[in-house]
């Protein structure tokens, strides 16, 4: 059984770009949340999606967005990239919002110069 | 709201001697707690959970957690460290029914002298 897919795993962005990180979950799970990991702030919550709906939401700006698609893959994007957006960016899935347990796909680390 | 402390940043044990990485947390009722791994470069990997009942969890890789209510704890160890146990632990804790919405805490890095 495939584990939580995440593309790209590495890339470098320049100030003031946007990216696109990809997630694909666990087959059969159709919650998906997503972490930012980095040295200062450690893991923080994003956003979760459930059935195409984000269900909850971090205390990130709005700069921060994500999407869940009929097939539960999910996309974040950052918009304007600042330097302090370089970071560790982890999916999780889970079978539902209230299954408890998450299991994390390996990350995309994105380098912001 | 809820947090989570992680004392210790970072910890050497020589192979074959126990281990003991503390957590505390801060929650309103009784949480859902978790204890994750993550080797360099890699993801988040589950070792225990606890949610109710027995307050002395088993999890993979021969590590164990106790539930302390009253202390607030939820202290990880293992018997006999392995070399490849160096990484890093994070607990987490989050409310019950939902938590895909977790807070972690600092994480302790743990390295292995041979």
């Known amino acids: 059984k495939a584990g939580v897919t995440q593309t790209p795993r590495y890339l470098i962005k320049t100030r003031g770009q946007q990216v696109t990180l990809s997630c694909s979950p666990i087959?059969?799970?159709?919650?998906v949340s997503w972490y930012q990991q980095t040295p200062g702030q450690g893991l923080q919550f994003l956003f979760e999606?459930?059935?195409?709906?984000?269900?909850n939401k971090g205390n990130f700006p709005g700069r921060f967005s994500g999407r869940q698609f009929s097939n539960s893959r999910s996309e974040m994007n950052v918009s304007t990239l600042e330097l302090g957006d370089s970071a560790l960016y982890l999916c999780?899935?889970?079978?539902?919002?209230?299954?408890?347990?998450?299991?994390f796909g390996a990350g995309s680390r994105l380098t912001v110069l | 709201a809820q947090s989570v402390t992680q004392p210790d940043i970072h910890i050497t044990v020589s192979e074959g001697a126990s281990l003991e990485l503390r957590c505390n947390y801060s929650?309103?009722?009784?949480?859902?707690l978790f204890w994750y791994v993550q080797s360099p470069g890699q993801g988040l990997q589950l070792l225990l959970k606890?949610?109710?009942?027995?307050?002395l969890v088993q999890g993979i890789k021969g590590f164990e957690a106790e539930f302390k209510r009253s202390q607030s704890s939820f202290n990880l160890r293992k018997p006999s460290v392995h070399w490849s146990d160096a990484a890093e632990y994070f607990c987490?804790?989050?409310?019950?029914?939902?938590?895909?919405?977790?807070?972690f805490g600092t994480g302790t890095r743990l390295q292995v002298t041979l």
């Open positions: 999780a899935s889970s079978l539902s919002p209230g299954a408890n347990v998450l299991t």
């Open positions: 087959s059969g799970h159709r919650s």
């Open positions: 999606y459930f059935s195409e709906t984000q269900r």
């Open positions: 929650y309103g009722a009784t949480p859902y």
């Open positions: 606890y949610f109710s009942g027995d307050t």
């Open positions: 987490a804790v989050g409310a019950p029914g939902t938590a895909s919405k977790l807070t």
